[in-house]
């Protein structure tokens, strides 16, 4: 009896723990499909697969630690930076001290995720120690995208476009159109007026002034079409900063960017999407 009885016992045991292995490598194989899934750049579909494998009870803090960095670039790819900002909060919950993996997470995600992590421990140590005070709820540094920036630099305006400001766009489109106009028209004149100058017959100091004139008004355009560049690229950054100060708090609206980055991931696959 007692032989059966141990039997038993043993059998329930190996049972219990062959099905532990089981499940172990189930989810192996799931977080190898979240990784394929975020490679596709499926990232509604990491984030739905990343929560739920989060609920399984055989994974190991390196295996939740990489679910997370997935969710992570995922929000943040998707331009949901609300969502990013929770996800942080998890990590840092449970691992203080964790540092995101550079070779499946892009550097701009990264500085998001430092300076949110810094700023909420250093928070908390406030709160801790009692001499925190209620603030204003803080916002990662605004980095404006290149792609807007060189674009404005071309056509002033466009850059306000593209980065959603589009009543403040067309206004600086709209002065930039006509200086841009100007000065082609002028320096279209200044080649019709010195070939006059040139091969005129009489009149030579009438047909130079002409010439002359024309030169000034579109050395003048050019100039101040160029300063105009200088100024609505700056006008772009400190606007797009002023939004990024006035963003909503996470839990009162999700974020609102338009530009959306995707992060680098294994095999330093990167793309840039934006919308209107």
Not at 100 to 105: A, G, H, M, N, S
Not at 118 to 147: C, N
Not at 174 to 191: I, M, N, P
Not at 269 to 275: A, C, D, N, R
């Amino acid at each position: 009896m007692k032989t059966v009885w141990a039997w038993g016992v043993m059998v329930c045991i190996m049972g219990f723990l062959g099905g532990q292995g089981i499940g172990a490598q189930e989810v192996r194989q799931e977080i190898q499909s979240l990784e394929n899934d975020f490679r596709e750049f499926k990232f509604d579909l990491v984030l739905k697969k990343g929560r739920f494998l989060l609920g399984e009870p055989y994974l190991t803090h390196q295996d939740s630690l990489l679910i997370y960095q997935y969710m992570l670039n995922a929000a943040y790819a998707l331009g949901d930076t609300a969502l990013a900002r929770r996800i942080i909060d998890e990590i840092v919950t449970v691992f203080p001290d964790f540092q995101l993996d550079p070779r499946i997470t892009s550097p701009k995600i990264i500085e998001f995720y430092n300076y949110y992590r810094k700023e909420k421990l250093r928070l908390q140590t406030d709160q801790g120690s009692g001499s925190f005070q209620e603030k204003e709820s803080f916002s990662p540094p605004v980095v404006v995208s290149p792609l807007p920036v060189a674009v404005g630099a071309l056509f002033p305006g466009s850059g306000h476009w593209l980065m959603g400001q589009k009543k403040r766009g067309l206004v600086f489109a709209g002065v930039s159109a006509v200086l841009l106009g100007s000065a082609l028209y002028y320096t279209r004149e200044t080649r019709i007026r010195e070939n006059a100058y040139l091969f005129a017959r009489q009149d030579f100091d009438r047909y130079y002034n002409q010439y002359n004139r024309a030169y000034r008004i579109r050395n003048a355009l050019w100039i101040q079409y160029g300063i105009w560049s200088l100024f609505t690229m700056y006008d772009l950054y400190r606007s797009t900063a002023a939004a990024g100060a006035a963003r909503p708090t996470p839990q009162a609206a999700s974020s609102r960017s338009r530009i959306r980055l995707i992060p680098v991931s294994s095999g330093f696959q990167v793309g840039i999407t934006w919308s209107f």
